[in-house]
């Protein structure tokens, strides 16, 4: 079975300061990644997704992840946060062709003003 | 409406009670997805809908769950004689179908147990 692991459970940064959580997952065939951001207050939305071509992906507001075959890693990276970035971000595995998606427990990010 | 609702958001049951949550996706969406987010976890998938064909229920804990969703749009999600351990947040996704879409999530139904 597929497995998500994310490093940081709470990670807490001042603005300005670069951003990089940890994604590592557990099935060894192909596989789609996303990263989803759950604001406080809102629904899960989509941040970026990988399922193909540049291992180099960007999403909204910033974001990008590298997918790393090799290390079964789809880190998430954004240079300089804002306060507005506080929020919980979850990383997730599709297998292509299949329907659920496997979340990691998620990673809680607090920006200081 | 614009994107995936859930009703009830809140629901209280006693032990022993069952429960019925309600996801509308939205419109056109060919594929539906609930999941289970106990405190402090991701969301785990339960089971998995094509239109109105339930594709994989892999995910529902025991016979006490039950998924539907008839016409191929609205889902519920049934609990029969809930129990502590089923207090959670139950999300519905929906997508377009493919494996490499999105998933647009629901704000989800918070079942306390008592």
């Known amino acids: 079975a597929q497995s998500v692991s994310q490093h940081n459970h709470h990670v807490i940064l001042s603005e300005a300061a670069s951003l990089e959580l940890g994604c590592n997952y557990s099935?060894?065939?192909?596989?789609?990644l996303f990263w989803y951001v759950q604001y406080p207050g809102q629904h899960l939305q989509l941040l970026l997704k990988?399922?193909?071509?540049?291992?180099l992906v960007k999403g909204i507001k910033g974001f990008e992840a590298e997918f790393i075959k090799s290390k079964f890693s789809f880190n998430l990276r954004k240079p300089s946060v804002q306060w507005s970035d506080t929020a919980e971000y979850f990383c997730?595995?599709?297998?292509?062709?299949?329907?659920?998606?496997?979340f990691g427990d998620g990673t809680t990010l607090t920006v200081k003003p | 409406g614009a994107g995936v609702s859930q009703s009830p958001r809140y629901k209280v049951a006693k032990r022993g009670q069952d429960v019925a949550l309600r996801c509308d996706p939205i419109?056109?969406?060919?594929?539906l997805f609930w999941y289970q987010q106990a405190l402090g976890q991701g969301p785990e998938f339960l089971t998995y809908?094509?239109?109105?064909?339930?594709?994989?229920k892999s995910g529902l804990p025991s016979d006490r769950f039950f998924a539907e969703r008839p016409e191929g749009s609205v889902s519920t999600l049934k609990i029969q004689r809930t129990q502590q351990e089923d207090s959670a947040v139950y999300l519905c996704?929906?997508?377009?179908?493919?494996?490499?879409?999105?998933?647009?999530f629901g704000p989800g139904t918070r079942l306390t147990v008592l």
């Open positions: 996704a929906s997508s377009t179908g493919t494996s490499e879409n999105e998933q647009f």
């Open positions: 099935y060894g065939g192909t596989v789609n």
């Open positions: 990988y399922f193909s071509g540049d291992p």
């Open positions: 997730a595995v599709t297998r292509p062709g299949g329907g659920k998606s496997t």
């Open positions: 419109s056109g969406h060919v594929s």
């Open positions: 809908f094509q239109n109105e064909a339930q594709l994989d």
